[in-house]
């Protein structure tokens, strides 16, 4: 789990990066919570979400928003995170520029900043959204929303009410060709105490799922 340093629009961004062993693996991005309420690259369900991915055979990488730990730069309010965040994905396609394809992964602030990323880059195949913080921003920018993916959330959560997840989930899952999974992790608050586990389990599930399914060919 090298440590690496890039540049981002800020200066310095920290971070840790896993290369996988094949040359045309997939990239996966990892984006953690708000770095006001102590969200960082080391947060347990940022951390656990980076080794489902490297388990998987991806090369995969989290990092510090700006401002956070070694990062330079300050708190953006999303606009310079999102920066951040494209930064970070360009970095890891300068290192594995054979990648065939790309995940983003992200947890609260983090993955409302991860849906901004996948509306931006077309090759972001697949996506994790953990508690996607619904009542907080605005999520109209995913119209529509370019690729299939997972939203996860627990119906305890205090921060990011079930009822505003399903509200997102539902206007997303209107669209043709795109195909939105929704897991609701009973008795979960919005940090999983005690349900991290069962957390992990139906993303990795999910990723299965997905990863051992066929590609599909565009039609010509």
């Keep these: 789990m090298p440590e690496v340093i890039f540049t981002g629009p800020a ?3 920290e971070g840790r990066y896993h290369p996988a062993r094949q040359k045309n693996a997939p990239i996966a991005i990892i984006l953690h919570p708000h770095p006001q309420f102590g969200g960082t690259m080391n947060h347990a369900i940022i951390y656990q979400l980076y080794y489902a991915f490297v388990h998987r055979g991806f090369s995969a990488l989290r990092f510090n928003f ?3 730990g070694r990062s330079q730069g300050s708190f953006d309010h999303g606009t310079g995170e999102l920066s951040d965040a494209a ?10 520029p054979e ?3 790309c995940w983003i992964a992200g947890f609260s602030f ?3 900043i991860g849906m901004q990323l996948l509306m931006r880059r077309p090759e972001i195949e697949g996506f994790i959204s953990i508690c996607p913080p619904a009542n907080l921003y605005d999520f109209s920018f995913l119209a529509p929303c370019p690729s299939s993916g997972l939203i996860i959330h627990g119906d305890k959560d205090a921060v990011v009410p079930a009822k505003d997840v399903n509200t997102l989930v539902e206007k997303l899952k209107t669209q043709k060709g795109i195909v939105i999974e929704q897991k609701v992790v009973p008795g979960a608050n919005h940090f999983f105490d005690g ?13 299965d799922k ?10 010509a």
């Design 99 to 101: 990648a065939k394809s």
């Design 195 to 207: 349900k991290v586990d069962t957390l992990l389990g139906s993303v990795e599930q999910y990723l």
């Design 66 to 68: 700006r401002g956070v």
């Design 11 to 13: 200066g310095r961004i």
């Design 110 to 112: 983090g993955a409302w």
């Design 210 to 219: 997905r990863l051992k399914a066929p590609e599909r060919k565009p039609a």
């Design 87 to 96: 930064a970070a994905l360009d970095w890891a396609q300068t290192i594995n």
